[in-house]
């Protein structure tokens, strides 16, 4: 257990359906991010949050947006969905997120693999 | 958004072979970190590299942070079988923004 937890560990919905996917970071995290995987793809950086508010912005579509909580939770809405959007979704939490001088690692959770039929 | 260039892309060797692969950019890095990620998980960290020619050993994995910061290799020596797996390198920046490679896939033949 890396102490990163994501819900739902699976789902399955049909196009043009809104979803949520919700991460809780390690605890004493204060970042968060988002990855989006692909079959047999690398790991796409979809948005990070730091302690509530946006830091960076990835290869983020505009029918997905994110937000993270006063108590560090972060959720990812996923809408208007498409069959390509089906994929494994990653949260990751890091201790920090702005710069830092000393050890910042990130750590993953065990991701949501979202079916779009 | 920015991805490492790391190779080989995949490889298929005999239990008991060393295995090398890095990763290179044209970007610096203060920290490089190795992940292995197993079909269907979230990827794991190995290992974590903080200062430019550091050496860091975790059981039968041997990393290094190149001295230019623009690069680093991962060994895994006589491998097994539960190496198998997706390996990741990944790079963080001042901005404390991190960029992933795009991955080497292992497969160790029994």
């Known amino acids: 257990d890396s102490g990163v937890t994501q819900t739902p560990k699976h789902l399955i919905t049909a196009t043009g359906q809104r979803v949520t996917l919700r991460c809780s970071p390690r605890s004493g995290d204060l970042s968060v991010y988002w990855y989006q995987q692909s079959l047999d793809q690398g790991l796409q950086f979809l948005i990070q949050?730091?302690?509530?508010?946006?830091?960076a912005k990835g290869n983020i579509l505009e029918r997905f947006s994110a937000q993270q909580f006063p108590d560090l939770h972060s959720e990812l809405n996923l809408s208007s969905l498409e069959l390509g959007d089906s994929a494994l979704y990653f949260c990751?939490?890091?201790?920090?997120?702005?710069?830092?001088?000393?050890?910042?690692?990130?750590?993953f959770g065990a991701g949501s693999r979202l079916t779009v039929l | 958004g920015q991805q490492l260039n790391q190779s080989p892309q995949s490889m298929f060797i005999q239990e008991g072979e060393d295995v090398s692969m890095n990763c290179t950019s044209s970007s610096i890095f203060n920290t490089w970190l190795w992940y292995k990620q197993d079909p269907g998980e979230g990827p794991v960290l190995l290992i974590a590299l903080y200062k430019a020619g550091e050496l860091t050993s975790n059981g039968r994995l041997t990393a290094q942070f190149g001295i230019t910061r623009k690069d680093s290799f991962l060994n895994i020596s006589a491998s097994i079988p539960s190496d198998v797996g997706i390996y990741f390198c990944a790079g963080l920046t001042t901005g404390n923004q991190f960029y992933f490679g795009t991955g080497t896939s292992l497969t160790v033949i029994p």
């Open positions: 990751a939490s890091s201790p920090r997120g702005q710069k830092s001088m000393g050890a910042n690692v990130l750590t």
């Open positions: 949050y730091y302690n509530g508010e946006e830091r």
